[in-house]
């Protein structure tokens, strides 16, 4: 189960170097989201981080588009089929005991 994390967290990671080091080192990345240049690395490599720091990064690099696409589309569909759901009538039980 955690090997599917571990490649999300690796792919998201070389997408950020390689988004990154087209304009900026490390350290400039840090700096502009507020962050260390040990949590900009260890996101690189994959490593796990705070949500925050990671979103942080994925939003200042213009890379998190898609990822709200897919979320907003997500939510839509069920919250459509949360509308969907009926309830079920209850049958009046008879009197005679």
Do not use: P, Y
């Not at 990345?29 to 705070?50: F, M, P, Q």
Request: net charge positive.
């Amino acid at each position: 189960m955690h090997n599917k994390t571990d490649e999300l967290l690796k792919s998201l990671g070389e997408l950020v170097q390689q988004t990154r080091s087209l304009t900026m080192d490390q350290e400039e990345l840090g700096k502009r989201v507020g962050l260390s240049r040990s949590t900009i690395s260890a996101i690189e490599r994959g490593k796990g981080v705070n949500s925050k720091a990671l979103l942080d990064v994925l939003v200042f690099l213009g890379l998190s588009g898609e990822l709200l696409a897919v979320i907003e589309k997500r939510q839509s569909l069920e919250g459509e089929q949360r509308f969907r759901k009926v309830r079920k009538t209850h049958e009046e039980l008879s009197n005679d005991f």
